[in-house]
Structure formats: C-alpha cells, structure tokens
C-alpha cells in the first residue's frame, strides 16, 4: 500500500468529510432553492483574486443535480457529479466495511492512488481540470 | 556501516527527517552493510521547505498533497477547494510534518 494513511484514519476522514458535505449541501439546498445567491463563499482563491477555482461551482452543481436539473448541474460544473458521487457512495461503502469488517474501500483509494500516478493518466488528469479550470473563468463563476 | 559516513548522512539529510526519527535512522544506518551505502547515499526526498512554499500557493487546488505522493488526498483537496479553504489552511501547517513523515517511510523502504 503506498498510503500512509491507515484505514481507520482514512474512513474516519472520509466520513467526517462527507457529513461536512452533506451540512453544506443541506444548507444550500433549503436556503438557497431557485435563486442561489452567494453571499457565503467558501473558496480562498475566489475571494482573494476574485477568479474562480477548477472546483468552484460545484455546490452549486450538485443542488442542480439533487433538484433534477442535469444539464444545469454539468453546466455549473461537471466536477460535481464526481463529487456527489463520491460522497454518495463513500458513506455506504465505509458503512458496509466496518461491518463485514474488510477493507475493500481502502485497497480501492489504493488503486485508485496508484492509477493516477501512471504519467499518462495524470496528464490527462491535469489538463481536463486546466481546461475546466478556464471554462470556469469564461463562465465566470 | 561506519560512522563517520553515518554522521556525514545525518548531516546532509538531517533536514528531511522529523527531529525523534534522527536517533533511529543513526542506529540502524551504522549496523547496516556497507553494499547499501550507494542506495541510501543516492535516494531523492521531498524538502518540506518547499512543500510549505507549494503550500501556500497552491495548496487550495491540493498541489502540496499531490507533491508528497498523496494523490489520493490531493484529489480530496481539489474537489473540495481546499477542503472549504479550512483543510488548505490546517495543511500549511502539518504540510512540513507530513513531508518528513514521507521521507522516513522512503527510507525505511531501504533500510
């Protein structure tokens, strides 16, 4: 395993995180249905340059993709389907490991480690998050 | 492993390591064979001065965490703005730490 982490810190992060998430989400979608207004902003880069971040948008996005709207949630940022995938399934999965008592999740976060250090992969990683990156800024987010 | 070129290795890579690893690596570098001097001499390891500089610029979009070898968590940090901006500034600090932890587990690979 190429992490340091082991796997109870691992799945103790990943809850944490997604419970964070889920507040978040929450939050945003019970205040802010129809007309989302941004008086909270959470993205350092956004407020201290005023450009937005590859990842801004992505609440946003997953508010549209929790009310049904598609198109609108890829057009705010196709990140967010990642995200909301991820903090959809991780919870289950963690869930179901300390259960069975496995570590299925963590041999998986492994792979997934070690299939984004393969130079190709991670090239073409980093220019799908650079081009979204300027479709953010074109959009202005 | 004599230790002299054991001295001379703390020396230069004192820097990489966390300050209770030091004692550690002394002890077991000097009971080690002396084939594996070349090994340990020509290992490359992060300095965490510049994960700290890498940090503070890039640390929102996760590139410090990318940097260390942690993909996985720099993924976690990218999708997240830098973990709602909180996680970007908890990481300027524990950054150099996890750097040094990095480099002993390299080490410990070796030797």
Redesign the interface.
């Given at each position: 395993m190429?992490?340091?982490?082991s796997r109870n810190k691992l799945y103790l992060l990943l809850l944490f995180?997604c419970s964070?998430?889920w507040i978040?989400i929450y939050y945003n979608f019970a205040y802010n249905i129809g007309n989302y207004s941004t008086d909270i902003n959470?993205?350092?880069?956004k407020q201290a340059t005023g450009v937005p971040?590859?990842?801004?948008g992505?609440t946003r996005s997953i508010v549209s993709f929790l009310s049904g709207s598609i198109k609108d949630g890829l057009y705010s940022n196709p990140?967010g389907l990642?995200?909301l995938i991820?903090i959809m399934v991780s919870p289950v999965w963690v869930v179901f490991d300390f259960l069975f008592k496995k570590k299925s999740l963590y041999i998986f976060?492994g792979k997934?480690?070690m299939f984004?250090?393969i130079k190709l992969v991670a090239i073409i990683a980093i220019i799908l998050?650079i081009a979204n990156w300027i479709w953010n800024i074109q959009k202005g987010l | 492993m004599e230790a002299q070129k054991v001295d001379l290795f703390i020396m230069t890579n004192g820097k990489f390591f966390e300050s209770h690893h030091l004692q550690a690596i002394r002890d077991r570098l000097l009971e080690m064979d002396d084939s594996k001097w070349g090994m340990v001499q020509t290992l490359q390891f992060k300095d965490p001065t510049i994960c700290l500089i890498i940090s503070l610029l890039g640390g929102?979009?996760g590139i410090d965490r990318f940097f260390i070898?942690?993909?996985?968590?720099g993924?976690?940090k990218?999708?997240?703005?830098?973990?709602?901006?909180i996680w970007?500034?908890i990481d300027w600090f524990l950054i150099m730490g996890a750097a040094r932890?990095?480099n002993m587990?390299k080490l410990r690979q070796i030797i």
């Open positions: 190429s992490s340091a982490l995180t964070l998430g978040w959470t993205c350092i880069i971040c590859p990842s801004c992505t990140l990642i995200v991820i976060y997934v480690e984004f250090r998050v | 929102s979009l070898g942690d993909t996985g968590l993924i976690g990218l999708l997240t703005c830098g973990g709602f901006g970007a500034i932890e990095k587990e």
